[in-house]
């Protein structure tokens, strides 16, 4: 059974840090894109960030650009989400999920909270 | 960046009845060289992540009821639940993944007449 794990999610003040850790399990992780999608608290999707396989390929949306690292540790079959400078607006639910054009497993997400 | 827009927000429809949910891009979706449209759908409940139904525009993910359908291609699609189950009661949101940053569309929330 695929499962997908996050963790890391917490209250953090504004400017903080946060490394979120998403492990995944009943699935070959290598051979995988994986994806994190934020969602704000009573708000819609927002794809966050694509990262390829063997991590030589990454994307950001451009409101975390410069702020936000991907990385993938695939013996560990693990994605981290580095998040620096946090801002109120970085609130939301962060779900980690397999794959970047079929993205058909999903984490339950873990809750960042940025406020003072 | 592509942007992704659903109508409407929501809608209401009756046990048994169709239920329609359009999706526009901005750009086209639709990729020359293999002729798919770079889109998904997508189905979420409240208190869980997203479900994957429908990929590639009109490719229905394993499992889900074939009362669910995708279509369109270029710019405009739909999504139809040709005859509404009580637990389809969720918020529907499309997906493009043609080009980074791969957006959604605002969702639309869809509920029982």
């Known amino acids: 059974e695929v499962q997908l794990v996050e963790s890391g999610g917490g209250l953090v003040q504004p400017g903080g840090s946060l490394r979120l850790s998403c492990v995944g399990s009943?699935?070959?992780?290598?051979?995988?894109?994986m994806t994190w999608v934020r969602q704000a608290p009573g708000k819609g999707l927002e794809w966050v960030t694509n990262i390829k396989e063997d991590g030589t390929d990454i994307y950001y949306v451009d409101s975390v650009k410069g702020r936000f690292t991907v990385s993938r540790d695939n013996d560990k079959n693990s994605l981290y989400l580095q998040m620096n400078s946090l801002r109120a607006e970085d609130t939301a639910v962060y779900y980690c999920?397999?794959?970047?054009?079929?993205?058909?497993?999903w984490g339950q997400g873990t809750l960042v909270t940025v406020s003072s | 960046d592509i942007v992704m827009t659903q109508s409407p927000d929501s809608l209401a429809v009756s046990l048994g009845e169709r239920a329609t949910i359009n999706c526009r891009s901005s750009?086209?979706?639709?990729?020359?060289?293999?002729?798919?449209?770079?889109l998904a759908w997508y189905q979420q409940k409240p208190g869980q992540p997203p479900k994957l139904l429908i990929y590639w525009s009109s490719t229905r993910e394993s499992g889900v009821p074939d009362r669910f359908s995708g279509g369109g291609s270029g710019t405009d699609f739909t999504l139809t639940i040709s005859s509404l189950q009580a637990e389809d009661v969720a918020v529907y949101y499309c997906?493009?993944?043609?080009?980074?940053?791969?957006?959604f569309g605002g969702g639309t929330k869809v509920e029982i007449k």
């Open positions: 999920a397999r794959g970047v054009y079929k993205v058909d497993y």
């Open positions: 009943g699935f070959t992780f290598s051979t995988y894109w």
């Open positions: 997906q493009q993944y043609y080009s980074p940053p791969r957006t």
């Open positions: 750009q086209s979706v639709l990729y020359s060289s293999n002729n798919k449209n770079y």
